[in-house]
RNA sequence: GCCCCUGUAGUUAAAUGGAUAUAACUACGGACUUCUAAGCCGUUAUUCUAGGUUCGAUUCCUAGCGGGGGCACCA
């Protein structure tokens, strides 16, 4: 439609001998500015020494409702805006319609995304929860737009941070996990594992050479005692992963571990130096790439123990995932600390292999911070991803208790409730930016929520399953509602998400369609009403808007809540 | 020191260069007793500073100040 309009004024640009300028169509922020309105008056009086507003009358002029039947009022207004009003038909025909496939630039492109990579031997912490979040939601809105979305992650299952988590545990053998404990007990035992060695490597000389020593002797697989201790640790970790995974809502085709991309990594580096690409360093043994050169800074690719960087396992993993399936478009999806990091690594990548380069885009999400200072999984002081949302569950659980619902009922309502909390709270601002967490504000139930959306959405439901079957094709009888007008905006904004890759335009649109229905619920009766059949249609076209919408959040529709 | 991100009501956020800067939370007040009160209605308050570009700047540019991150063998 916007295109439609644009074509429109273009034309009349010519009829009236006005030169042919830069201008938009734009969905007024104000609905009762219109459906769409646009500026073209306002870049226009300056060329021609014209007041927009006789400028926008002009135009306006040769436009009749005849000639554009989509429209009942089209008007100059403010300072020479001109709005276009959609008539009451045309509303009344978006709302009857079933969601059509949108054509967008990613419309049968293969796509590759990477995000959560979390580190076994690690705790899952709310870092990863963020990734995977906006990961999802990424995919999803690709997927929406025609793309073939391929989900991958990524593993750190090899390097220094799980040696130090190795040397804790030899340190505790005693406390050593049996096969049948819980997968939490086992967790909890390597969470502590790294965090104790990891201060002990920063505290201690002795035990840093331990630590680097291990390293070494487990990229070579040269002990079998620290084997045991590697493979059960290891399959432990990507099996809470998958647990984590699975609440959350993401299945990955495919992952990638470190371990695997570090030979490769290693192996580019090396062949490369002879290239000029990267060279010994003058202080050591270590290879590096010389970021300066691209107005970035100086990397290690290999260390001085000859042992590649997770900057030359990245390369490793660019070229692996290439060979993985032919792409498109390749996405990661990493914290922001990453930034400068990521820049380093793409420019020698784009030596390397240009192509592969070229089609990498990297997303990045803000930290996560307390009111009380930063987290970090060294010193141990993380809330992780499985607490949070044991926390959230928690909650919802409270707030059900005096409900008569059956088991199965409350089981979804926890699931579907708490990460609708978690991961709105997440996707409501623009990713990039930090979010400072507080438990009590962050998680909420109310107003600018997950929750609030999915609470529309089952009242909505609840009115048409007490209606049963009704017209499909009924008219309005009465003026057109508010909520109407910015139901059939739901492409647009879908378009516009996926134009900027921003999850956070989805996630602002349902909040204020949800506000709507709830408002337009408490004033409107449906059941009854004179205009019943036309309002069970609306309230048809909220419960899909509002699922279809939430879906591309990766969060659910519980039946009831 | 250098580089990147960031600065909006008391708080947390929104606003594709546009019209009266929008919500939520908190506080206080209210309505209904009708389809789910995790709801609805109302009251108060905001663009870090100084310049610039523009018909128009929260948005773009420059400088300053504040916050976060990064800057050689962690990921």
Known sequence: M????????????????????????????????????????????????????????????????????????????????????LSKEYIENEIAKPFANLQTQYTGKKIITEFTDPNPFKQFHIGHLMSNTIGESVSRLFEIG???????????????????????????????????????????????????????????????????????????????????????????????????????GTEFKHLFFETQTAPIGKKIVEDNIATGIFEKSEESEAIIYKGEQDGLHTRVFINSQGLPTYEAKDLGLAVMKSEFGSYDLSIVVTAQEQNEYFKVMLAALSMIKPEVAAMTKHISHGMMQFADGKMSSRKGNVITGDTLLE?????????????????????????????????????????????????????????????YIQYAYTRAMSVLNKAGDFAPDAKNLKDTYHIEKLLIRFDSIVMRAIEELAPQIVANYLIELAGEFNSWYAQEKILGDENEKYKLLIAKKVTEVLKVGLNILGIKVPSKM
Request: with cysteine.
């Open 2 to 85: 916007q295109e439609e309009i644009k074509k429109y004024i273009l034309k009349d640009l010519e009829k009236l001998g006005y030169p042919q300028v830069d201008f938009v169509v734009e969905l007024p922020k104000d609905i009762t500015n219109g459906d769409f309105s646009t500026n073209i008056a306002l870049v226009l009086s300056k060329e021609i020494g014209k007041s927009p507003k006789e400028i926008a009358d002009s135009l306006v002029a040769t436009w009749t409702t005849e000639s554009t039947p989509a429209f009942s009022k089209i008007e100059t207004a403010g300072p020479g805006f001109i709005n276009f009003y």
């Open 146 to 248: 025609g793309a073939d979305v391929t989900r991958v992650c990524y593993n750190g299952d090899i390097g220094p941070h799980i040696a130090k988590g190795i040397w804790g545990m030899i340190q505790h053998t005693e406390m050593f996990p049996q096969e049948q404990d819980s997968l939490e007990d086992k967790m909890k035992y390597m969470g502590d594992a790294y965090v104790y060695g990891s201060n002990q490597y920063e505290e201690d000389e002795k035990v840093q050479s331990e630590i680097k020593e291990i390293n070494k002797k487990l990229f070579e697989g040269s002990d079998s005692e620290l084997q045991i201790y590697y493979d059960k640790g290891r399959a432990w970790s990507l099996e809470y992963f998958d647990t984590i995974y699975k609440k959350l």
């Open 391 to 451: 926390q959230v569950e928690q909650k919802v659980i409270e707030k059900i208790a005096e409900r008569e619902y059956s088991e199965e009922e409350k089981k979804e309502i926890i699931d579907t409730v708490s990460i609708a909390a978690l991961k709105y709270s997440i996707l409501k601002q623009a990713p990039g930016k930090n979010i400072i967490f507080d438990f009590e504000k962050s998680i909420s139930f109310e107003g600018d929520s997950g929750p």
